[in-house]
T-cell receptor
Framework: NAGVTQTPKFRILKIGQSMTLQCTQDMNHNYMYWYRQDPGMGLKLIYYSVGAGITDKGEVPNGYNVSRSTTEDFPLRLELAAPSQTSVYFC?????????????FGPGTRLTVL | AQSVTQLGSHVSVSEGALVLLRCNYSSSVPPYLFWYVQYPNQGLQLLLKYTTGATLVKGINGFEAEFKKSETSFHLTKPSAHMSDAAEYFCAVSNNNQGGKLIFGQGTELSVKP
């Protein structure tokens, strides 16, 4: 049981390039989330999904897109990378719709845009 | 709207000393409160959570937190710090209307001196 896995661990992008951050969970969780973590700012929710085919915006969605074609996978797409997107990105999942459910986090992807 | 404030971005204690990390929240509806820990270069993992019932909540690794509604606080404590407790700690809030979404505080980095 690997939990939540993310690839890649590190990536350097040039301004204007695009990339997809991958996230997979093997716990059969319905809910999945993407956060970004900036120093001294805590975690901000980018997008979330309540099940395959259903996604919604979080607090900071601009510049990102997501899709959820399967229960396991929740990729995050950056179309035109900007320096403001330099951050650490975390994917998380939880088992149900209850707000008391624990979220399980992946190890993160550290992205630098130059 | 909900919010979380963690007092002190950095706390330093000696090994064996009391650990106290402060968290205050703002919520117009009954909150659910969480403490997550992030060890260096890792994702977040749940330390403890308050949903309903007993206001003193015990978590992993000897940590506990007390929900005080009158003070809108959920401070994290541990009687005796260990070197392995050095990490970043995040307080987070949710509620029944949030659909599982968490609002995080900005984090407190705990250092433990030998």
């Amino acid at each position: 049981n690997a939990g939540v896995t993310q690839t890649p661990k590190f990536r350097i992008l040039k301004i204007g390039q695009s990339m997809t951050l991958q996230c997979t969970q093997d716990m059969n969780h319905n809910y999945m989330y993407w956060y970004r973590q900036d120093p001294g700012m805590g975690l901000k929710l980018i997008y979330y999904s309540v099940g395959a085919g259903i996604t919604d915006k979080g607090e900071v969605p601009n510049g990102y897109n997501v899709s959820r074609s399967t229960t396991e996978d929740f990729p995050l797409r950056l179309e035109l990378a900007a320096p403001s997107q330099t951050s650490v990105y975390f994917c998380a999942s939880s088992g149900g719709s209850s707000s008391t459910d624990t979220q399980y986090f992946g190890p993160g992807t550290r992205l630098t845009v130059l | 709207a909900q919010s979380v404030t963690q007092l002190g971005s950095h706390v330093s204690v000696s090994e064996g000393a009391l650990v106290l990390l402060r968290c205050n929240y703002s919520s117009s509806v009954p909150p659910y409160l969480f403490w997550y820990v992030q060890y260096p270069n890792q994702g977040l993992q749940l330390l403890l959570k308050y949903t309903t019932g007993a206001t003193l909540v015990k978590g992993i690794n000897g940590f506990e937190a007390e929900f005080k509604k009158s003070e809108t606080s959920f401070h994290l404590t541990k009687p005796s710090a260990h070197m392995s407790d050095a990490a970043e700690y995040f307080c987070a809030v949710s509620n029944n209307n949030q659909g599982g979404k968490l609002i995080f505080g900005q984090g407190t980095e705990l250092s433990v001196k030998p």
